[in-house]
């Protein structure tokens, strides 16, 4: 494995780590992802592509997504048992 793959698949599993939370966070508050998306004034899709650690959220939206949840951002990138993949 080369050394592209390896930064490769770790930035993917930081994201589905991240994306997890996210999902966690989501499901605690009682939001469904098209809620959670309207309060964050984003697509359903991008909140499910986040979830799914397919897409890799800029700043702004990590903060959106923070204050549409009610949390810090620190608590989004909490390791705890819940939220992981």
Do not use: W
Not at 3 to 11: C, L, V
Not at 35 to 54: F, M, N, P, V
Not at 58 to 85: D, H, M, P, W, Y
């Amino acid at each position: 494995m080369n050394e592209r793959t390896t930064k490769s698949t770790r930035s993917t599993a930081e994201q589905r780590a991240f994306g997890a939370r996210v999902r966690y966070l989501r499901l605690k508050a009682g939001h469904s992802q098209e809620e959670l998306a309207d309060l964050c004034e984003l697509d359903r899709t991008y909140i499910g592509g986040i979830e799914r650690g397919e897409r890799n959220p800029s700043l702004k939206n990590i903060l959106r997504i923070a204050g549409a949840l009610g949390v810090s951002t620190a608590l989004l990138f909490e390791q705890t048992g819940e939220g992981r993949s």
